[in-house]
């Protein structure tokens, strides 16, 4: 039995598949606080956006999130727990920065596009639940991790899988150690988790994923469309024409 699967307060839905009790308080307020938009209202063509910044903005929510998270990973014994926490660009830093404030760990930055300083290792293209205009590569800076570094890789969302991939190939190109995936929310219908273990025969099937909740613990209730919206106009006004509404 792994360290992961004896601690308690959390349950393993499929193997190496972990969430927070999905009864628990905490489970409930992060779930309750997640709003998500239609695509009408959303960045990206997807049935639900979840938006991450309705849990940053709500101070409690936001801190009980970071806690359970390094809680889990100080609960480790010393010799298996993380040395650097590892981010995505973009809302990975929201969630990573001060999950290795709070453990006390160097926090590396994983890039799009090669818009890092410096020498760069850059991933296999990937794809991801929507499609971009071309497909994205994700970049880390040579010497960030070495192969004495344990790395938990964080992200906001997991769905089919193709970013938390990217991660996973950079961490073993510098011959460093995943200690565990980690996002807010996972969609298990787009089969992320078991991309990642079906990974190039598996290498990457004993590596724990963790997502605080699923996307059937947020309701229907929780869209953030605005209710009083013509659909004809545009959901981004002008700042010049602010003045006039
Ligand atoms: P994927 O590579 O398909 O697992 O998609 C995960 C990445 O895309 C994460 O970095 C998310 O920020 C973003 N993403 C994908 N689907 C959604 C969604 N439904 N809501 C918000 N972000 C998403």
């Not at 101070?59 to 809680?71: C, G, L, R, W, Y």
């Not at 009083?228 to 959901?235: H, V």
Request: hydrophobic letters at 40%; a neutral charge; one cysteine or more.
């Amino acid at each position: 039995m792994t360290e992961f699967a004896k601690m308690s307060g959390f349950t393993e839905v499929s193997p190496n598949y972990f969430t927070l009790n999905k009864d628990s308080p905490k489970a409930k307020l992060i779930a309750e606080a997640f709003q998500w938009y239609s695509p009408k209202f959303s960045p990206k063509d997807v049935p639900r956006f979840y938006d991450v910044s309705s849990l940053t903005e709500k101070p409690e929510v936001f801190s009980t999130m970071t806690n359970v998270i390094a809680d889990r990973y100080r609960a480790l014994p010393k010799d298996q727990q993380p040395t650097h926490i590892i981010g995505y660009d973009a809302r990975g830093f929201i969630i990573g920065a001060p999950l290795a404030v709070a453990l006390g760990l160097p926090f590396v930055l994983l890039r799009k596009a090669e818009k890092s300083p410096g020498l760069l290792v850059k991933s296999d293209p990937y794809a991801k639940e929507y499609t971009e205009k071309a497909p994205d590569t994700m970049v880390i800076r040579q010497g960030a991790i070495d192969s004495t570094s344990r790395v938990v890789l964080i992200d906001d969302l997991i769905a089919t899988g193709g970013t938390a991939v990217s991660g996973f190939q950079l961490v073993e190109a510098l011959g460093a150690k995943v200690v565990e995936f980690c996002a807010c929310i996972g969609i298990p219908f787009l089969d992320g988790v078991a991309r990642i273990h079906a990974y190039q025969d598996g290498k990457f099937k004993n590596v724990p994923i963790f997502t605080l909740i699923h996307d059937s613990q947020v309701k229907d209730e929780n869209c953030g469309d605005p209710k009083e919206w013509d659909s004809n106009k545009s959901r981004v006004i002008e700042a010049s024409n602010m003045q006039s509404m």
